[in-house]
């Protein structure tokens, strides 16, 4: 065979080489072919299932939704006098990611701008409790003049811009301030509430809430619903142009119950007094003045208040901070006896004919308990128990209806108990009972409940302690003849647009039971406090009949053979002047309940402050200055000089631009 022809074993080798070639191109056909399947299947998924979704996100890439923060609606007493605005001012912002040395950046702009050291420290706490990407402001409220001057050197700033924004202001500073309340920046836990409350988106870009009062009780109607407006970016991010818009709905205004006029007059009766004073309309609920003295100014909290101004007010022995008509709490004193007068006749503990013998003291397990110094009032029915306060009429009444029945006589009147305002932070006090001593002590030796701690209730002392609101709603309670309403501050919305307004919406009044003729015992013998009893000189002349009841209450315990001295007790040791009252004594329309701290007697401190209320509220007259002087130092009776009539007395502001 010639060397040239193939072997058999070769052809062999060839086929099989052949063979193995075609399944190798067959495999990788078919490999190509699932891979042109899977290719085909994944565009199909991303063209037709995730269309939609691919499409948002390209367009997101492409464009950007910016928050637009809707105007806060304004803050209007009940004749429209604005007592929370907003105003448009510039301010110079840091964003501290953006800024490699902020300390140089800050120092540097110092020569351009103002900063103080306030500002400084305030940006410094505003860095702790925010994020680096936030922006910060360092300057507020700048000046034409600042503007421009940083303009021309913003090429030297990056991270650094100025912002309009719209700020808070109250008018009225200190004014009316515990019930108004203010706005600041939202923190950690305020932001864990909002999420909480699904309420983040209508917060994004929101920096400020409100922190106290109204601000804060009607947040959600004051703060408005968030817009937005969508923009195309470029590759950096920068908006090129505006695609849609959605506008910020603004805050509905809130109008108050409150005439702040009449608020303005009180709190220049107190003067540097502590206190505090409720005034209610009877027969509605609304709350016509609502003071807490002394007061503070919500401006200060707005851009976040200072370390000094803080300490100030933190540190203050008189506490300005404290609601004392919502959350300080209070012995009655003898304004409690007509409503334990109440309870006897409603009870049947005691009819009003029912004579007792006021000889000066009254004695209970070897204690002596003191009526009106070394003399009696001598015999005396219900009716003169309460024109005449007297402490063994009551005394004696305690001792017979007991702890429990009294309790329970006193809680349907609000006395202890969440009254409903509507303000945020009220306190409940103590109504106590047997079982309010049981839960409260720990010790087993302090739970019991003994008899001699039941005497001193009668006449508002002992564990007794309720706010101004409690006392005031109870008040206004006898003056409509047993219908209570729950008090309330705000009296409608307002659109901010139109100033359409609609009333908030109130609770039905309850109706506590009580006997007109029980009722009529209760007003005769309040009425009479005014005609022949201890506020009697502080009414003379008024021109409209009212009901009321003084009380003293001490502040500290006097030992039962201890006599009361004012004048060798420390200032804060000296007791509490209260007032409860309404008029007109046969038509009420407004009721008040008053308490001027460590003041002495309440005909003597409290008394004059109510009779002032109610010449304005009746009869529209002010007092002269030389009148309200002497009522800041407590030398008043019935009002002194020639009353203005309120029309004539301005309302001044201390505006900030």
């Known amino acids: 065979m010639p060397m040239w022809l193939p072997s058999l074993a070769e052809l062999r080798d060839n086929q099989a080489d052949l063979s ?10 078919v490999v190509v072919l699932v891979c042109f399947l899977l290719v085909a299947a994944r565009l199909s998924y991303l063209q037709i299932v995730r269309h ?17 923060v809707p105007p806060r609606g304004s803050i209007l007493d009940r004749n429209g006098v604005e007592l929370a ?12 990611s953006k ?13 351009l701008v103002e900063i103080q050291g306030k500002d400084r420290r305030r940006f410094k706490r505003l860095r702790e409790e925010s994020r680096s990407f936030d922006s910060l402001p360092i300057r507020t409220r700048l000046t034409d003049e600042e503007v421009a001057r940083f303009s021309a050197q913003r090429y030297r700033f990056p991270g650094v811009e100025i912002k309009a924004r719209l700020f808070r202001q109250y008018p009225y500073g200190e004014l009316a301030s515990h019930v108004v309340g203010y706005i600041g920046r939202i923190n950690a836990r305020e932001k864990e509430r909002i999420e909480d409350d699904d309420d983040v988106g209508n917060y994004r870009g929101t920096e400020y809430i409100g922190k106290l009062g109204v601000e804060q009780r009607y947040e959600r109607e004051l703060h408005g619903i968030t817009g937005v407006n969508r923009v195309e970016t470029s590759a950096g991010g920068r908006a090129t142009r505006s695609l849609s818009s959605h506008l910020a709905t603004p805050g509905q205004n809130v109008v108050l119950s409150i005439d702040i006029h009449l608020q303005k007059m009180i709190e220049d009766l107190f003067g540097n007094r502590r206190g505090a004073l409720v005034a209610m309309d009877p027969q509605t609920g609304e709350v016509l003045a609502f003071v807490s003295k002394p007061t503070f100014d919500p401006n200060l909290f707005v851009e976040g208040i200072d370390v000094e101004s803080w300490q100030s007010l933190n540190e203050s022995p008189d506490k300005p901070l404290l609601n004392r008509a919502l959350r300080g709490t209070y012995p009655p004193g003898s ?19 029912t004579i007792i013998n006021d000889a000066g003291s009254w004695s209970y397990g070897g204690h002596t308990f003191r009526s009106h110094g070394d003399s009696g009032l001598g015999p005396v029915d219900m009716v003169r128990s309460i024109t005449l306060s007297s402490n063994v009429y009551y005394y004696s009444l305690a001792n017979e209806m007991g702890v429990d029945a009294i309790h329970d006589f006193m809680k349907p009147l609000g006395f202890g108990q969440i009254t409903g305002i509507d303000l945020p932070g009220e306190v409940r006090g103590v109504l106590p009972s047997t079982e309010w001593k049981r839960n409260y002590y720990k010790k087993p030796e302090q739970k019991k409940w003994f008899g001699g701690e039941t005497i001193s209730l009668g006449i508002g002392q002992g564990y007794n302690a309720f706010t101004m609101v409690q006392l ?10 047993g219908r209570k309403f729950a008090p309330r501050v705000v009296r409608a919305t307002q659109d901010a647009l139109t100033h359409a307004q609609v009333a908030t919406t109130t609770s039905e009044p309850v109706d506590l039971g009580y006997a007109p003729e029980h009722i ?5 013998g309040l009425v009479g406090v005014v005609t022949s009893g201890t506020s009697a000189q502080v009414f003379a002349g008024a021109g409209y009949q009212s009901a009321g009841k003084t009380g003293t209450a001490q502040a500290v315990t006097i030992g039962q053979k201890d006599k009361y001295n004012a004048a060798k007790l420390a200032e804060y040791q000296r007791d509490h002047a209260l007032y409860m009252a309404y008029a007109p004594a046969d038509a009420p329309k407004i009721a008040l309940a008053v308490v001027v701290e460590n003041a002495g007697f309440g005909a003597a401190a409290a008394a004059p402050i109510a009779r002032r209320v109610f010449d304005y509220w009746l009869l529209g007259q002010y007092p002269s200055e030389e009148d309200i002087a002497a009522t800041q130092k407590g030398q008043s009776g019935r009002p002194i000089g020639t009353p203005r009539s309120k029309k004539d007395v301005p309302l001044e502001s201390s505006r900030l631009n």
């Open 52 to 68: 939609e979704d691919l499409l948002e996100q390209a367009e997101n890439n492409r464009t950007a939704v910016i928050p637009t």
């Open 335 to 353: 304004t409690y006896k007509p409503f334990m007068a109440l309870g006897a006749l409603t009870t049947g503990k005691r009819s009003a004919s």
């Open 99 to 111: 800024v490699t040395d902020l300390e140089a950046t800050i120092d540097a702009l110092g020569e």
């Open 85 to 96: 605005s907003n105003y448009s001012a510039y301010t110079l912002e840091i964003t501290p």
């Open 20 to 29: 193995r070639f075609r399944n190798r191109v067959f495999v990788v056909q």
């Open 520 to 524: 009529a015992v209760v007003r005769n």
């Open 472 to 481: 005031a709603s109870a008040t206004a309670t006898i003056a409509s003849g």
